[in-house]
């Protein structure tokens, strides 16, 4: 079965620290992997994703993930926080052979203090 | 450019009640996929429409349906609500199907069943 895990619900770091919001999955094939920060009472934004290619993978607002296939993970990462990154953040899986739909954690709230 | 749109924005409804969500896609977005997300938990997907064809459907009762019209734009539709049903429904748009596009999300209708 195809399953994404973010292994924690919250994440706290002091505002200028460099941040990790960890993602592990599993799926058949070569996956499509997407990271989405929401705000509150918001939708969902689109801020990387990783198709194929170099493992780091560089997306909005200073945001960067990595993929490694080896460990099957693809964490998020920024190498200074601000208080506005303070927000929901999901990570999401497209395998291949059911590339219409994709499939969340359970969120990681990041908690960026001043 | 306009975003993903949605409407209503919230909505209240009784057990029993039947329900029509509406999605207008991103300009020039072929395909309108629909999620449900409940409270502390992520977006679960519902439906995926690529020209004006249903291509997926996911774990979810006949008591969801939607369509596709011909301007893209989409329509969720909820029969006999259960209070289970409270959750914020989000639409999705993509130009296509292919695994490696991205969803844009809209802001969601967040209804609640009483």
């Known amino acids: 079965a195809q399953s994404v895990a973010q292994p924690e619900d919250q994440v706290n770091v002091a505002e200028g620290n460099p941040l990790t919001v960890k993602c592990t999955y599993s799926?058949?094939?070569?996956?499509?992997l997407f990271w989405y920060v929401q705000y509150p009472n918001r939708g969902l934004q689109f801020l990387l994703k990783?198709?194929?290619?170099?493992?780091l993978v560089k997306g909005s607002y200073g945001f960067e993930a990595e993929f490694n296939k080896s460990q099957t993970s693809f964490h998020l990462k920024k190498p200074s926080a601000l208080v506005s990154d303070s927000a929901l953040y999901f990570c999401?899986?497209?395998?291949?052979?059911?590339?219409?739909?994709?499939?969340f954690g359970s969120g990681t709230r990041l908690l960026v203090r001043p | 450019d306009a975003g993903v749109t949605q409407s209503p924005t919230h909505l209240i409804k009784t057990r029993g009640q039947h329900v029509t969500l509406r999605c207008s896609p991103i300009?020039?977005?072929?395909?309108v996929s629909w999620y449900q997300q409940v409270l502390g938990q992520g977006p679960q997907f519902i439906f995926q429409?690529?020209?004006?064809?249903?291509?997926g459907r996911g774990n979810f009762p006949d008591r969801f349906s939607a369509r596709q019209f011909p301007n893209y734009s989409s329509e969720l539709n909820v029969n006999a609500l259960l209070l289970g049903d409270s959750a914020l429904y989000l639409c999705?748009?993509?130009?296509?199907?292919?695994?490696?596009?991205?969803?844009?999300f809209g802001p969601g209708t967040r209804l609640l069943v009483l």
């Open positions: 990783y198709i194929t290619g170099d493992n």
């Open positions: 999401a899986v497209r395998a291949p052979v059911s590339s219409y739909k994709l499939i």
């Open positions: 429409y690529y020209e004006k064809e249903e291509r």
């Open positions: 300009s020039g977005h072929k395909s």
């Open positions: 999705a748009s993509s130009p296509s199907v292919g695994g490696e596009e991205t969803q844009y």
């Open positions: 799926v058949s094939g070569n996956p499509y």
